[in-house]
């Protein structure tokens, strides 16, 4: 039987932590650290992220902005925002909630955020500097994965790591994170043949791909640490991953829940994210 990998009790103290420097930094130069979000039209999962976000924020005592805008708003009004944000100096975090509606040009968007400000990590910029294995501002939920390996001592160094999915928000970014910590990589997706039998050479197995309990027992190598990164939802309405949790348990050494995985360490590290901008800004 596996040991959970507990993202609700991480979460927590990487965001105590966060809020004790806060307190410092206030003391110190008078300043927090402050996240602006920018939410267009009314998708109903975007809100709900939004308000997370904005709450974990205003509990850390970080100035924290949401900008609700109407879903007719065109890329030039969102480009303006953006830059009002981008020259802000008590703003150190910008984050355009996505998807974005369709007559909106997203990459246009996203590449305008100034990179010091990228918290998601999703401009070129530091897209770049992450492959090269530099440091720089890493995309939340693969940083928030990797923060699992540390927490819980698991050694990586070495290791056969798979990652189903290929996306640019979770799946390569995880897959170069994982490249920089020493283990060595495949990554799946929809073309690629047998997982399963991919799968079960993996000391490691991230699944990214959005499809409800894909990943089953027979995927699984005993012992395996398994990372679920799904959110799906089931014909009941139930919350569920891309692992089937029960059966996966029972082989894997260590697994993430879902909820109270991957989900709230995703929160935590835009917030370490914001951070790490506001104290290159000091
Ligand atoms: P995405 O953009 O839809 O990408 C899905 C990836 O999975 C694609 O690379 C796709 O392959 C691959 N894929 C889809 N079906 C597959 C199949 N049957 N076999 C193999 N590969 C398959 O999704 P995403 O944004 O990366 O998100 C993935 C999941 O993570 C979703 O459930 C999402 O809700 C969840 N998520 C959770 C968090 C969190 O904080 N917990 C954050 C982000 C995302 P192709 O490239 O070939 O199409």
Do not use: W
Request: aromatic share 6%.
């Amino acid at each position: 039987m596996a040991t959970l990998l507990d993202g609700k009790a991480l979460a927590q103290k990487v965001r105590a932590q966060l809020k004790t420097k806060v307190d410092k930094h206030k003391v110190t130069t008078g300043r927090v650290p402050g996240l602006a979000v920018v939410l267009v039209g009314e998708d109903p999962a975007s809100q709900v992220y939004v308000r997370m976000k904005n709450k974990a924020c205003e509990e850390a005592g970080y100035k924290s902005i949401v900008n609700r805008m109407p879903d007719s708003t065109t890329t030039e009004q969102l480009l303006a925002v953006v830059n009002e944000y981008n020259n802000d100096d008590s703003i150190n975090g910008i984050l355009v909630q996505l998807p974005l509606p369709d007559q909106i040009n997203e990459s246009e968007v996203l590449y305008a955020i100034k990179p010091e400000k990228d918290v998601d990590g999703f401009h070129p910029f530091n897209v770049g500097l992450m492959n090269i294995g530099a440091d720089t501002l890493f995309p939340c939920t693969p940083y928030g994965c990797m923060k699992f390996f540390e927490e819980y001592g698991i050694d990586i160094t070495g290791k056969s790591a798979v990652v189903i999915g290929r996306s640019n928000i979770v799946g390569k970014p995880m897959a170069s994170l994982l490249i920089k910590a020493n283990t060595t990589v495949t990554v799946c997706h929809s073309k690629t043949k047998d997982i399963a039998s991919v799968c079960r050479q993996a000391d490691i197995i991230v699944a990214a791909i959005g499809r409800a309990e894909y990943v089953t027992a027979d995927f699984v190598k005993e012992g395996a640490v398994v990372i679920d990164v799904g959110m799906n939802r089931k014909e009941d309405g139930k919350l569920c991953g891309d692992v089937a949790f029960d059966e996966v348990y029972a082989k894997a050494s260590y697994i993430t829940p879902v909820p109270g995985g991957v989900g709230p360490m995703t929160i935590a590290m835009l917030l370490a994210n914001t951070m790490k901008a506001f104290e290159a800004a000091l």
